[in-house]
């Protein structure tokens, strides 16, 4: 028998955590952190997972590795299973998130953070197949950041498989996600799993019209995830220089400390690119624009508040839920000259969710503004696979079980109903610390 147990709770997109228990050992994927209003759920205690020999990583978002270091301070000490470039960003990230914590009442000390980085760690490769004892696992690209996998399992001959999260087909820099191989139960996220995505390409053009129709004027705030987005927009705009339809005197400046460190960590990994991508590696640096400029201190930063007009402002963080776009976005919020472009998901309780549901106030540092930028939305530079894309994959793996995490409500309800119009009876929506057995 195989048993599973959810840690991440339902209807959220954050959180993710589930733990399998075979005969001889238990093992976790992913130690996912919950945001926005979900957040007080980091403090649950996680004291039964502590003799967890084994931690299998999908990649390195704070929704899927946050919880590591709460881990450790409740005693984990098991070996991590990853690919090697979600290891050392996710050093990155967890140092940030510790940095970003309450002062007052932190979820976990320095000193947990540093035992998390002396955890053993096993590196794995995509297509390769590894055993832990009767346990084979099979490692695949799930395309949808840097170094991100899905893991196949055969236990005794029963299969299942754990999508983490999947990419969205034909993004820049990473491959598209691989399909899985028939198994018995998939588990499977389901971030969009009630839409489909806008055509990458044209919402590459409408992230053109956005800025190119600011910029002569005003200044534009994009709200970008340090991992992957931020450098995704570097890699376009890039593209735009190449072509030559970028402006001389147009500036980009990458204000998130965070995504810089990233954007060396990118340059370490090339085979992690798709084949375009690397044939650019090989010839240019595909991330340094011209007139590009890397803020380091909070001063450098600020200086950014007396530039009217003419620069693009990738900042942290990408749901508006502190870091420096925050401050940028008090500066130019009341201005109807500057614009605010959101390219990615923004989680039920936080601030981008709040614009992007049409506030016309917002609350920010301690008093209400007026929103009178413009705001876009641009749906197709999600890093998740949409609708069409889930079914797809679950389709290839033909499983007889498919367990929905990682998805909102309605999300997740949708897929459902999807599933069962394909001909899956039996399709299951855990709720949190909700254990099946097989």
């Known amino acids: 028998m195989v048993k599973f147990k959810f840690y991440g709770a339902a209807g959220t997109v954050t959180g993710s955590m589930h733990r399998v228990d075979l005969k001889e050992f238990s093992f976790l994927v992913d130690a996912g952190y919950f945001q926005g209003t979900f957040y007080p759920l980091n403090e649950e205690p996680l004291k039964e997972l502590r003799d967890v020999p084994y931690l299998f990583l999908t990649h390195a978002h704070l929704d899927h590795i946050g919880r590591l270091p ?55 490769q995509c297509g390769e197949t590894y055993h832990i004892g009767d346990l084979k696992f099979t490692v695949k690209d799930a395309g949808h950041i840097l170094g991100s996998a899905f893991y196949e399992y055969d236990y005794r001959g029963f299969r299942f498989t754990f999508s983490g999260d999947l990419g969205n087909k034909n993004k820049p820099i990473v491959r598209d996600p691989q399909l899985p191989s028939p198994t018995s139960v998939v588990i499977s ?88 991508a690397y044939r650019r590696f090989q010839r240019e640096n595909p991330f340094k624009v011209r007139n590009l400029r890397i803020t380091r201190t ?109 998805g909102e409500e309605e999300e997740r309800e949708s897929l459902r109903e999807a599933l069962n119009g394909r001909g899956y009876g039996d399709v299951r929506l855990p709720e949190l610390y909700q254990e099946l057995a097989f």
């Open 298 to 406: 909070k001063a450098e930063s600020k200086q950014l508040n007396s530039v009217s007009k003419g620069v693009v402002i990738v900042a942290g963080s990408g749901m508006l839920t502190g870091g420096r776009a925050i401050h940028h976005l008090k500066h130019m919020i009341e201005d109807p000259r500057h614009a605010l472009i959101f390219v990615g998901y923004q989680a039920k309780g936080t601030l981008g969710r709040e614009i992007v549901d049409g506030a016309d106030k917002v609350w920010i540092h301690g008093r209400f503004y007026d929103v009178n930028l413009k705001v876009y939305t641009i749906n197709g530079f999600s890093s998740h696979a949409d609708r069409s894309e889930l079914l797809e994959w679950i389709d290839a793996a033909s499983p007889s079980t498919v367990v929905l995490v990682h």
């Open 70 to 124: 709460l881990l450790v301070k409740n005693g984990f000490r098991g070996q991590i299973v990853t690919h090697r470039a979600t290891w050392e960003i996710g050093r990155y990230i967890l140092e940030d998130a510790y940095h970003l914590m309450d002062e007052d009442n932190p979820l976990y000390s320095l000193e947990d953070l540093q035992r998390t980085f002396s955890l053993p760690a096993k590196f794995v």
């Open 189 to 276: 996220e389901s971030t969009y799993g009630n839409r489909d995505h806008r055509p990458f390409h044209k919402s590459v053009e409408e992230l053109k019209e956005a800025i190119f129709s600011t910029l002569p004027h005003g200044k534009v705030l994009i709200p970008a995830f340090a991992l992957e987005r931020a450098q995704e927009l570097l890699y376009i705009f890039k593209t735009w220089e190449n072509e030559g339809i970028w402006p001389e005197n147009w500036k980009v400046v990458l204000d998130s400390p965070l995504a810089s460190k990233i954007l060396s960590e990118f340059l370490k990994f090339p085979e992690c690119y798709d084949a375009e």
